[in-house]
């Protein structure tokens, strides 16, 4: 397929470089210019295009297109609703938030039924933190490297002090314990005179793909319990059949108080995210419900996109999909590293279709990066850990996909490593 959308008339790559560097960012201008970074116009199934119809595998997306990109069933949902109820009164009340609430709990473990709709992560975990406080916690627990967004609240138990530091004075106090030490939650929950709440991603994506050791969550579980404190899990990049579970937390059977869902619940096609939590949390918000609210929270165009994929994840199958295609994967990395003289310079961390291969250093995960660019692969950047490149791919490789990544990926290291 070559299929690609051109600029628009007039509008040339130095046109958009310049507008990057004087409208929009112009230290992201440099990077793009040093790792000579394509123009990116469309998507089609598990492709990138750029200006020049270059066709790329898409392997990154930060954990959105477990769809792929422009799904047809999700365009077409999308499409009818853009030509018949975009957008919402917020008077009157709202069927395709109330169709598409009951369709995201109903994949959800019980008792999480009540689901509050936003429009990015951040969003959803600050509507947790509040919800959190409106039940009574005074203290918020995090995780050291954990990742939960930008805005205040958000940064406030993001555990990465590079973006904490320029705040720190705006922030208020949150606790910081090690991810994957039950001993170190157990001891500041025994440390806190109010009641807490407890929040962390059952594997560390911006981090660099950290998964837990096994028990680890459902000794979480037992202390949030025994302490009385609220769990939030916040699975926006987990979640969604990512990990070959609907939710990463289902591989210990675990199940939260407050659950926090974003990332591939737009299908790939509309920003949407949500909250869902338990009767008991969200009686605060039932006895005052414009405690807390969105004006383009819940329009239905994203219930739209929320719906059809949801339908799509379901007809399709992605969730075992996800899993067997994230054993291939793995598998197929692996022997590629041990054909390698790369040594322990390079390790390779994963669950489902969520892989992190880490370098030696920064400089060797960028270089790779570019690398791969050349390739025609498309890989993600660790916010939390630039020595890690991960992998976030579709579900819907085809066998000639998987080979592209292996052997793309086989050429880039070795070239990152001659």
């Known amino acids: 397929m070559n299929s690609f959308t051109p600029l628009p008339e007039g509008l040339d790559a130095e046109h958009v470089r310049a507008q990057y560097r004087d409208h929009v960012n112009a230290g992201y201008a440099r990077l793009a210019s040093m790792m000579n970074l394509p123009i990116e116009v469309a998507g089609e199934g598990v492709y ?94 995090s995780t050291q490297g954990g990742y939960h967004g930008k ?83 916040d699975e926006i990049q987990s979640g969604m059949g990512r990990t070959g579970r609907w939710w990463a937390c ?58 059809a994929t949801l339908q799509v994840m379901q007809h399709e199958q992605l969730v075992p999909r996800a899993e067997a295609l994230g054993q291939r994967l793995r598998q197929g990395l692996q022997n590629v590293l041990r054909q390698h003289p790369c040594g322990t310079q390079v390790q390779l961390r994963s669950t489902g279709l969520l892989l992190g291969v880490e370098f030696a250093d920064a400089g060797l995960a960028a270089n790779m990066v570019m690398h791969l660019i050349d390739q025609r692969i498309v890989v993600n950047h660790s916010l939390n850990d630039h020595r890690v490149i991960r992998l976030t791919p579709p579900a819907l490789y085809s066998d000639s996909d998987v080979e592209w990544l292996l052997g793309g990926f086989a050429r880039a290291l070795a070239r990152t490593f001659e």
């Open 250 to 307: 289902e591989h210990e059977g675990v199940v939260p108080d407050i659950l926090l869902v974003g990332k591939s619940l737009s299908g790939g096609c509309v920003p949407v995210s949500a909250m869902v939590c338990t009767a008991d949390m969200q009686a605060p918000l039932n006895r005052n419900p414009l405690m807390h609210t969105s004006t383009f929270g819940a329009n239905p165009l994203a219930m739209a996109a929320v719906m």
């Open 48 to 141: 990138l295009f750029d200006m020049d119809g270059n066709r790329y595998l898409d392997a990154g997306g930060y954990g959105v297109f477990l769809l792929g990109h422009s799904h047809p069933q999700v365009v077409e949902k999308v499409s009818h609703q853009l030509h018949s109820h975009p957008m919402a009164s917020k008077l009157m009340l709202n069927p395709f938030q109330a169709q598409a609430a009951a369709a995201l709990a109903a994949v959800c473990p019980a008792p999480l039924q009540y689901v509050y709709f936003c429009n990015s992560g951040t969003e959803a975990t600050e509507a947790a933190l509040k919800l959190a406080w409106l039940n009574g916690c005074q203290q918020v627990i």
């Open 151 to 233: 805005t205040l609240g958000s940064l406030a138990v993001t555990g990465r002090t590079l973006y904490r530091s320029p705040f720190a004075d705006r922030l208020g106090d949150s606790h910081f314990v090690p991810f994957g030490d039950a001993d170190a939650l157990r001891q500041q929950l025994q440390a806190q005179p109010e009641r807490a709440c407890v929040i962390l991603e059952p594997v560390q994506a911006e981090a660099g793909v950290i998964v837990p050791p096994a028990g680890y969550l459902q000794q979480v579980r037992q202390l949030c319990d025994q302490y009385g404190a609220v769990l939030i899990a």
